[in-house]
T-cell receptor
Framework: DADVTQTPRNRITKTGKRIMLECSQT?????MYWYRQDPGLGLRLIYYSFDVKDINKGEISDGYSVSRQAQAKFSLSLESAIPNQTALYFC???????????FGDGTRLSIL | EDQVTQSPEALRLQEGESSSLNCSYT??????LFWYRQDPGKGPEFLFTLYSAGEEKEKERLKATLTKKESFLHITAPKPEDSSTYLCAPTGGQNFVFGPGTRLSVLP
């Protein structure tokens, strides 16, 4: 079983819809992250959380929100999806500061 | 503002032809630099951590090195299975900035 699991793996939806992407982990890490990846732009940080009571905005948080339901669960929501949010979304976890991140296999999101 | 660039953007090598990938960064208070590989349809997979200038790490045909401004990923006698996109990510401690990646193709 994967250590970091993202659901769904693929999603096609329409402009204006509310969407939730979910991430769960079995690594026991406190730190969790959401990124989006676009061709030529690399991975960009949306939100991150260092523990259940800690939520921080990343580089590109506008239009997104998150919820840290438990140490192992971190979800990303698009309240009203727009086409330029079409991208590949990744969840990641890490242990203490300055340790590498471990990624899920991503959610490919298309907004029509 | 933290910035990371990688070069070349894409690289095609014949099997056995050695080369190097570059990661240049401007990060305040560097705490570490990470290298990942990412295959199509997959999340990035961790390869190496480098914490200080002069440090080197090796794994099979890959060797990563670090200076105060750059990191290099040297690939010796690559095989087709080394084909992937290689990402570097320096960190100042709080979060990570990822480079755009180098797409490596190794032809048999």
């Amino acid at each position: 079983d994967a250590d970091v699991t993202q659901t769904p793996r693929n999603r096609i939806t329409k402009t204006g819809k509310r969407i939730m992407l979910e991430c769960s982990q079995t690594k026991g890490h406190d730190r969790m992250y959401w990124y989006r990846q676009d061709p030529g732009l690399g991975l960009r940080l949306i939100y991150y959380s260092f523990d259940v009571k800690d939520i921080n905005k990343g580089e590109i948080s506008d239009g997104y929100s998150v919820s840290r339901q438990a140490q192992a669960k971190f979800s990303l929501s698009l309240e009203s999806a727009i086409p330029n949010q079409t991208a590949l979304y990744f969840c990641a976890t890490s242990g203490r500061a300055n340790q590498p991140q471990h990624f899920g296999d991503g959610t490919r999101l298309s907004i029509l | 503002e933290d910035q990371v660039t990688q070069s070349p953007e894409a690289l095609r090598l014949q099997e056995g032809e050695s080369s190097s990938l570059n990661c240049s960064y401007t990060v305040s208070g560097l705490r570490g630099l990470f290298w990942y590989r990412q295959d199509p349809g997959k999340g990035p997979e961790f390869l190496f951590t480098l914490y200080s200038a002069g440090e080197e790490k090796e794994k099979e045909r890959l060797k990563a090195t670090l200076t105060k401004k750059e990191s290099f990923l040297h690939i010796t006698a690559p095989k087709p299975e080394d084909s992937s996109t290689y990402l570097c990510a320096p960190t100042g401690g709080q979060n990570f900035v990822f480079g755009p990646g180098t797409r490596l193709s190794v032809l048999p």
